[in-house]
């Protein structure tokens, strides 16, 4: 597979013994707002969808992810929003790594969609994976949107690992804001992502030393000339040179002044060594369309439809800002059209049970 593709799959290998985080992410659970409550799943030896080698490996990343937490916290103290960003990013559990960051306090989460499967048969048979913070704290996530154009996927956090009493909760999760403008030229950005464990950079079988999450730091190198930013299907329209490697697909792309959201790492060129992304634009209409196109009573609580709403006013708000009137007026038809892309997949499958535990409210 060419390099500016996405190596995600690879056959597990390694087996460890189970450790629990200690430390947690910033969560609010006495918030008072009207999300929908998530689902509290007690520390044992066995974990919904894990099969005893995928749990052995989240175990082992917890582990890592708790020696590294504090230092990595440290290292950030006097960039108060980049500790935010540190806090809302996640990484995947699965050995073919991947990087995910919270863009709203409900627990809505973006990654890319190839990390959730190249077409939608891969993606609707493995809809649930478990994501790790920073600090080893394991959540249990669904897609529940998978657009493969733009390559990106929204994901909903539906469970938490905890020893907590209670078997349910109305967390806040950290998230980052999207940005309101698209980066100027050279804008310093910030990358935080899971780096693969295999050195692909070797001619003979080699692991990495890298840590599981990495924080880099680079700028904006503008966008692919002539290409539609949104589509992202073969490689990222956005240009970066903050380093990545291999897993940090779906790692957000953050401005360094002030931590907001400008893309989502996804690939990059190997025959340039650039790296490339999902635009802001991207991020902005996927949103935009999927909250549109999710509107189901089947499936969609009113609570539910508050917090989408939400992500949809911020992603309105301001993604035109440096556009010209001409492209304003003709994206206002486009929008009028609702022909912003490729159909979004919206997976309306899941049945709502209350009284049945494999089923978790949105």
Partial sequence: ???????????????????????????????????????????????????????????????????????????????????????????????????????????????????????????????????????????????????????????????????????????????????????????????????????????????????LVEISEGKFCGMVPGADPENNAEIGSLKHDAWTYWGHSGAPLLKAVDGTLIGLHSSWDDKTAMRHGIPLTAIKHFLQQQVDAAISPSTLTNATLVDLNSIKESAIKGADSDASPASLAKKQKKRERGTFGAPIIIDDSVVIDDKDESSVPL
């Fill in 1 to 211: 597979m060419p390099n500016n593709q996405r190596v995600l799959r690879s056959t597990l290998a390694q087996t460890t013994t189970a450790v629990l985080p200690t430390l947690i992410p910033s969560i609010d659970s006495s918030s008072s707002s009207s999300h929908k409550v998530i689902r509290i799943v007690a520390p044992s030896a066995t974990l919904p969808g894990l099969n005893p080698a995928e749990l052995s490996l989240l175990r082992e990343k917890q582990r890592r992810l708790q020696s590294n937490a504090s230092a990595l916290l440290s290292s950030l103290l006097s960039r108060n929003h980049l500790r935010t960003a540190l806090e809302a990013s996640l990484i995947f559990a699965q050995y073919e790594a991947g990087t995910a960051v919270c863009i709203d306090k409900a627990g809505w989460v973006l990654t890319c969609s190839h990390c959730f499967g190249d077409t939608e048969e891969e993606w609707r048979a493995e809809r649930r994976k478990w994501l790790l913070f920073y600090t080893g704290l394991a959540v249990q996530v669904e897609c529940r949107a998978w657009d493969s154009t733009r390559d990106l996927a929204l994901l909903k956090i539906i469970a938490i690992e905890s020893s907590a009493s209670q078997k349910t909760t109305i967390p806040a999760f950290s998230f980052v804001p999207l940005s309101s403008f698209a980066p100027a030229f050279k804008t310093p950005i910030v990358c935080i992502g899971q780096p693969g464990s295999d050195d692909l950079e070797s001619t003979s079988a080699r692991r990495t030393n890298y840590n």
